[in-house]
């Protein structure tokens, strides 16, 4: 059974540092990855999806990787601000892609 | 404002009782799904559906009910509500479900008392 874990589970910087959240999963067999990032009461926003095929994908200040034979994923944050706090997840979709597994999530608090 | 639309926002049943959370994209997406989040989990897939009048089940399905009409729509049915449904659920939606990231909707917070 796929299973997927993020660490860490909390995180605080400050303003302005790069920093990298980590994805793990147990099995390589996977059709994609994605990130979301979740503020406190709402609902999930979609940052990043890389396919099976890739190894990154990029958006403004955000780059994740793929690395499936070894199974992880990073996702780099570039000059953190106060805004970027929220929960990160990661998630892989298995089944032909349809069915996907979340991580925990990383809870990202970026200092003023 | 084009996205995914959930009703209601919060509910409380009590065990035993019936409902239906309601789903709603204007999208023209092919893939929707269902999920439930629990304090310190990440997300569970509870149903999901690749386009009109196809559904499958996902991870923790017991308990759940769903069906596809319409593109639109997807709601999700709890037949007999426990405590252990308590929980934030989410709908979430998609071109194909594979190929392009998700749109998720702001949830219903569901208590079963």
């Known amino acids: 059974k796929q299973e997927v874990t993020q660490i860490p589970a909390a995180l605080s910087v400050p303003e302005g540092e790069n920093l990298v959240l980590n994805c793990s999963f147990t099995?390589?067999?996977?059709?994609?990855l994605q990130w979301f990032r979740q503020d406190p009461g709402k609902g999930l926003t979609s940052l990043l999806l890389?396919?099976?095929?890739?190894r990154e994908q990029t958006s403004g200040r955000l780059n994740a990787s793929l690395d499936k034979s070894s199974g992880r994923s990073t996702l780099y944050i570039a000059a953190s601000q106060p805004g970027d706090s929220a929960t990160y997840l990661c998630a892989v979709g298995e089944g032909g892609g349809f069915k996907t597994i979340f991580g925990a999530g990383t809870r990202l608090f970026v200092k003023a | 404002n084009a996205g995914v639309t959930q009703t209601p926002k919060f509910q409380v049943l009590k065990t035993g009782q019936s409902m239906t959370l309601q789903c709603a994209q204007d999208m023209n997406h092919e893939y929707m799904s269902w999920y439930r989040q629990d304090p310190g989990m990440g997300l569970r897939l509870i149903h999901y559906?690749?386009?009109?009048?196809?559904?499958d089940q996902g991870e923790v399905p017991n308990g759940y009910n769903v069906s596809r009409s319409t593109t639109e729509d997807f709601p999700l049915r709890l037949l007999s509500a426990a405590p252990s449904q308590t929980s934030v659920y989410f709908c979430?939606?998609?071109?194909?479900?594979?190929?392009?990231?998700?749109?998720f909707g702001s949830g219903t917070r569901l208590t079963v008392v």
């Open positions: 559906s690749v386009g009109a009048g196809i559904t």
């Open positions: 890389i396919q099976s095929s890739q």
């Open positions: 979430a939606s998609s071109y194909s479900g594979r190929d392009y990231g998700y749109t």
């Open positions: 099995d390589s067999a996977i059709y994609n």
